[in-house]
C-alpha cells in the first residue's frame, strides 16, 4: 500500500483554530470534556475528551490511536474537493483524512496502529437522483481515502435513511454511533 505524502505546510496544526486547546467545551462532567464537532470541522482529543458529530448525509470520521492516547474526529459533508486541499479541514472526506492524520501527528509508521470508525452518510432526501446522494458519495469517498492512506475501518455504520450521533470517548478509546429515528406520525380521523 501507498500512503500520501502530506499536503501541508509542517507548522499549519498550530495554526488550526479548531486545535485550539483551550476551546470551551459544550459540557464536562467528572473531568471529562465534551465537544461538538460541527459540519465541515475535525478536532483531535487528548485522553479526558469526549468528541461528538451530528450526522445525515454528512459522515464522521473517528481515528483512534490508542499507543499515544489520541483521539480524532471529523464530520464531512461533501465527498470530493475541487481542488486539492491546501488547508487543514473536513468540509470535504478529500481533506479530512490526511488533515485528521496531520493534527494527531502520525506518520506513514503509525497508520498500522491508528483504528478507524466510519459513521452516517444516511440518505436524507426522499426520491433523489443518484447525483444528488450526497450520502453515498461520502460514504464511497471515506473508504477511497482511508484506503489510499492504508488506513483499515474498524467499524462502520452508514447508509440507510435515518441520522446518527458519533461520540468517541477518548479517554477509553471507545466509539458509540446512535440511530436517531423519525416520530412515528398520529393521523386523526375526522
Given at each position: 500500500?501507498?500512503?500520501?505524502p502530506s499536503l501541508f505546510p509542517a507548522d499549519l496544526a498550530s495554526r488550526a483554530p479548531w486545535f485550539d486547546a483551550d476551546a470551551a467545551p459544550i459540557a464536562?462532567?467528572?473531568?471529562?470534556?465534551?465537544?461538538?464537532?460541527?459540519?465541515?470541522?475535525?478536532?483531535?482529543?487528548?485522553?479526558?475528551?469526549?468528541?461528538?458529530?451530528?450526522?445525515?448525509?454528512?459522515?464522521?470520521i473517528a481515528l483512534l490511536?490508542?499507543?499515544?492516547?489520541?483521539?480524532?474526529?471529523?464530520?464531512?459533508?461533501?465527498?470530493?474537493?475541487?481542488?486539492?486541499?491546501?488547508e487543514l479541514g473536513a468540509r470535504y472526506v478529500s481533506q479530512a483524512v490526511p488533515s485528521l492524520l496531520r493534527l494527531m501527528g502520525a506518520c506513514v509508521a503509525d497508520y498500522a496502529d491508528i483504528e478507524v470508525v466510519v459513521a452516517g452518510g444516511g440518505n436524507m432526501l426522499e426520491a433523489c437522483s443518484a447525483r444528488f446522494q450526497i450520502g453515498q458519495q461520502n460514504i464511497d469517498a471515506a473508504q477511497k481515502h482511508l484506503r489510499l492512506h492504508g488506513l483499515h475501518v474498524r467499524f462502520a455504520e452508514v447508509g440507510g435513511k435515518c441520522g446518527r450521533t458519533l461520540t468517541v470517548d477518548c479517554a477509553t478509546q471507545e466509539v458509540r454511533v446512535s440511530a436517531i429515528q423519525k416520530p412515528a406520525r398520529v393521523v386523526h380521523h375526522a
Open positions: 500500500m501507498h500512503a500520501q464536562a462532567a467528572g473531568g471529562q470534556r465534551c465537544f461538538h464537532v460541527n459540519i465541515g470541522e475535525l478536532r483531535v482529543g487528548a485522553r479526558t475528551d469526549q468528541l461528538q458529530a451530528l450526522l445525515g448525509s454528512c459522515v464522521g490511536w490508542k499507543k499515544r492516547g489520541r483521539c480524532g474526529l471529523a464530520h464531512c459533508l461533501l465527498p470530493e474537493s475541487p481542488v486539492a486541499p491546501t
